[in-house]
Nanobody, 121 residues
Framework: QLHLVESGGGLVQPGGSLRLSCTAS????????IGWFRQAPGKEREGVSC????????NYADSVKGRFTISRDNAKNTVYLQMNNLKPEDTAVYYC??????????????WGQGTQVIVSS
């Protein structure tokens, strides 16, 4: 299975920003569609954003459109999620996954530890 590691979470005030990283080891991230998901306490995991392989087209959940940006850095084998204008409802553990396409339900990695984001004053 593919192995991904999430990082970059933390505590931030409402309106603040964070950049999350999803880094691959042992394989080339650009060959896969990479999605960001989040799970808030007591809620189901939900999709946040996805970037397709090669072409790099992107999509976003309505709740984060205009505030979050997903991008790749192929040289660093990393996918980022830039999160701006954070809101308390963005508080969650954030995870990334790898698939052959953003529309696929066949995840190629096991869920990692995730990275905790807390938005609070």
């Amino acid at each position: 299975q593919l192995h991904l590691v999430e990082s970059g979470g933390g505590l931030v005030q409402p309106g603040g920003s964070l950049r999350l990283s999803c880094t691959a080891s042992g394989f080339t991230l650009n060959y896969y569609a990479i999605g960001w998901f989040r799970q808030a306490p007591g809620k189901e995991r939900e999709g946040v954003s996805c970037i397709s392989r090669s072409v790099g087209s992107t999509n976003y959940a309505d709740s984060v459109k205009g505030r979050f940006t997903i991008s790749r850095d192929n040289a660093k084998n990393t996918v980022y999620l830039q999160m701006n204008n954070l809101k308390p409802e963005d508080t969650a553990v954030y995870y990334c996954d790898a698939k052959l396409s953003c529309g696929s339900t066949n995840r190629l990695n096991s869920w990692g530890q995730g990275t905790q984001v807390i938005v609070s004053s």
